[in-house]
Structures are given as C-alpha cells and as structure tokens.
Antibody, heavy 120, light 107 residues
Framework: QVQLVQSGVEVKKPGASVKVSCKAT????????ISWVRQAPGQGLEWMGW????????EYIQKFQDRVTMTTETSTTTAYMELRSLTFDDTAMYYC?????????????WGQGTLVTVSS | DIQMTQSPSSLSASVGDRVTITCRAS??????LNWYQQKPGEAPKLLIS???TLQSGAPSRFSGSGSDTEFTLTISSLQPEDFATYYC?????????FGQGTRLEIK
C-alpha cells in the first residue's frame, strides 16, 4: 500500500535551516510528484510547492521562492524539503503529499506530518 | 492566485443532520475542485476529487457537486466520525490553493 513516512520533530533557532524527509513506498516513485503543504498551529493548509520525482522540475510559491529547496532521491524513493532562514512564523506542521500538477489532479496520499518548532 | 472561500467557517450540527458546506473560487476552476477531511492530530485525507468523485473507502453519505466557481460538499446524515474540519482545494492552476476550512462540531 502507498505510504509516505516523514522524519521526526524538529526544533530550530531563528535563522537556522531545517530539512524534512518524506520516504515513499508502495508505488512507482517517479510516476508521481510530491507537494509540500504546511499548517501553522490552529490554522489552515498552505501549499508550499511541488517537485516532479521524474525530472526534478520544481514549482514554489512566491513567498518561499528564495528560501526553500525541494529535492528527490530516486535511489531511496525519498523527497526532501529544506527551508532556510527560519523565523517564528515558520513554526508549523509540514506535510508531504503525493500528486501531480496536472489540471484536475489531487493529493491522494499524505505523510503523517513533521512538526517544526522555531524557538529561541 | 485563485482565492478559495468556504462558508460557513464553522458549523454545529447533530448526528443525523444533513449538512452542506460551500466553496467559492475567485475565478472559474471548471471542475477542478477537491475536498479533504482533517481530524485533530491527523493529516488531511482526500475525500472527493474533481468535484464529485468519491474516494475509495469514503462513505456514500458524502457527495460533491458544482462547477466553475461554486461547489458544495454535502453530508446526507451526519455520523459521529464526521466531526472534523473540511477543506476545499483547487487544482486548476498553480499555485494550488485551499479554502480556509470549515470546522464541523457536535451540537
């Protein structure tokens, strides 16, 4: 069965970087992209961007353009999201989700989430 | 960016009630609208894709309808396990955007 398993809780200081992993199993990894979605405490869902596991093309939203990098490693079927220059506002649960960016696509499988806390 | 607006933001209802949640897009998204259910402490779960396609394993009491800019999620007879937050999401253009969520609470 399809599973996305994310890395564990992270606590970082302002200005630091965090790298979250998302291990995919149960499907052909390069047939689907991975999106990253974050959710601040008590808030809604915010799509951060997407990476193709096939050709590594990426699409990021403008607010993260300068400080996020999404990568994939085909040999280990793992996707990564690195966020730099962390601020307190980056405290959130970060989810990876499977899906393409075709019109009408969706996020059909999600990781369990990785809590990132930014604290001094 | 396409803005997605859900109403209501919260809703109190009883087991057995029929409930409808509305999602409006700031421009046409044709039928590219998905619904997710999120329970406290859990990741979101895809419930309905492309306006009205119920996901495998989702109960038939859930249904979706709409087109262009206005969409609805209906729960025909609320069950205790349905109390959760529901999000709509457009997949017509990037960036992908979500509604702000509708929290469904027990009356």
């Amino acid at each position: 069965q399809v599973q996305l398993v994310q890395s564990g809780v992270e606590v970082k200081k302002p200005g630091a970087s965090v790298k979250v992993s998302c291990k995919a199993t149960g499907y052909s990894f390069t047939n689907y992209g991975i999106s990253w979605v974050r959710q601040a405490p008590g808030q809604g869902l915010e799509w951060m961007g997407w990476i193709s596991a096939y050709n590594h093309n990426t699409e990021y939203i403008q607010k993260f353009q300068d400080r996020v990098t999404m990568t994939t490693e085909t040999s280990t079927t793992t996707a990564y999201m690195e966020l730099r220059s962390l601020t307190f506002d980056d405290t959130a649960m970060y989810y990876c989700a499977r899906g393409e960016l075709a019109v009408g696509d969706n996020f059909d499988y999600w990781g369990q989430g990785t809590l990132v806390t930014v604290s001094s | 960016d396409i803005q997605m607006t859900q109403s209501p933001s919260s809703l109190s209802a009883s087991v057995g009630d029929r409930v409808t949640i509305t999602c409006r897009a700031s421009q046409t998204i044709r039928g590219s609208l998905n619904w997710y259910q999120q329970k406290p402490g859990e990741a979101p779960k895809l419930l309905i894709s492309t306006t009205s396609t119920l996901q495998s394993g989702a109960p038939s009491r859930f249904s979706g309808s709409g087109s262009d800019t206005e969409f609805t999620l209906t729960i025909s007879s609320l069950q205790p396990e349905d109390f959760a937050t529901y999000y709509c999401q457009q997949s017509y253009k990037t960036p992908r955007t979500f509604g702000q969520g509708t929290r469904l609470e027990i009356k």
